[in-house]
């Protein structure tokens, strides 16, 4: 039997004068994604999606885990294609297909669309008749129109009729590319990479900006970092890392400026680093994996001396969120068995025994002149490391 996936979009329907510039962007995703196992029809009618393959090696199973992860879907549905556009066909194909689920379930209901108007039975008849077919191959079920355990759909779409089970939840959130450019902040850490992924969800696409102290932090920890960027590309799509050598400037920090700030400094050289490299790269925006109180550089005094070193947005995606909410999304984008790896991280290098939770921009900056940072950033600026991660390789 030959099997489709029809998708559902998402937010893009409600996008007005936008929608077309929406839907192609997701549409072009989707292929870019699908790309790597064969070929596919793709074509959008009716705000639904129809993935037809057109190579026979194609698993239907490994087209379902990409579509999972494409931003801009709600729901997704294998589907079976009806040899022929009838109802005789389309009753002689719901029951087979979906014998499986049929068979497990107690209650159902069929729904039928027809968006082609020319079929000659109108959707309250098509849905009657397949009910009962139905009803007659699985003797056992019974109907329930409120609360069914299945729902069987059927589709009588331009070019061909469907039967469809359950729907699956796809990634939703907006397709990438329609929401500009921003550069995440990531860390080894468990919650840049959620972060990375949350303003993804949102359409936008990323580069990375990962700050590393050798010998103080190893190599290991840098491919870390890596790892995390590969598992959130998956989602994402491909990006650049840029590594940012900062030894120097942490060891500047640690012999001239104060024990307490060491922290809150470190946080705002990089967001001035950061924000250089995020205008030469086109991007807009900084990301960032804080939450408010979840350390002593997270409270809201430190938040606004580390915002204050950037002159650009910066987007905290999880300041609201608690540790466990965190926890949950990495776990589901799959980063936290890495994320939780034991390696150093700059940041735990140079941790102050005492750090300060309501500095004072003034007493920061005063502490930060002492540092005489600017040339020690334009040579960490002219040495970045360049990587480039592409979710194809894993
Ligand atoms: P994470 O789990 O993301 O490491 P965290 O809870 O450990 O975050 P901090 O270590 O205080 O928090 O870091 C706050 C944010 O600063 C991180 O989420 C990340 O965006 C950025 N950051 C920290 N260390 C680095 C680094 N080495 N390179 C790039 N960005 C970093
Ligand atoms: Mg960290």
Known sequence: MKEIILIKMGEIVLKGLNRRQFEDRLLKNLRGALKPLGE???????????????????D?????????KVFGIVTYSRAAVCPEKTLESVLETAPEYLADELRRAKTFKVEARRSDKKFPFKSPEIARETGGKILSCFPHLKVDVHNPELVVTVEIREYAAYIRG?????????????????????SGGLDSPVAAWMMAKRGVRLTAIHFASPP????RAEQKVVKLLHKVAQYSGNMTMYTVPFTEIQETIRKKCP???FTIIMRRLMMKISERIARDKNCSALITGESLG????????????TDAAANMPVFRPLIGMDKQEIVDISYMIDTYDTSIEPYEDCCTVFTPRHPRTK???RIVEAAEEKGE?????ETALQNLKVTYIDPRED
Do not use: H
């Open 40 to 58: 596919f029809t793709i074509k959008s009618a009716q705000s639904t999606i129809s993935v037809i393959p057109q190579d026979d090696f194609i």
């Open 60 to 68: 239907l199973d490994d087209v379902c885990e990409k579509v999972r």
């Open 166 to 186: 359950k729907a699956l939840r796809g990634a939703g959130g907006i397709p990438i590319g329609t929401g500009g450019n921003a550069a995440i902040l990531i």
């Open 216 to 219: 103080y932090t190893s190599e």
């Open 259 to 261: 024990e307490e700030l």
């Open 294 to 305: 979840q350390v002593a550089s997270q409270t809201i005094a430190a938040i606004a001396c």
């Open 359 to 361: 500095p004072t921009l």
């Open 373 to 377: 940072f600017d040339e020690m950033i």
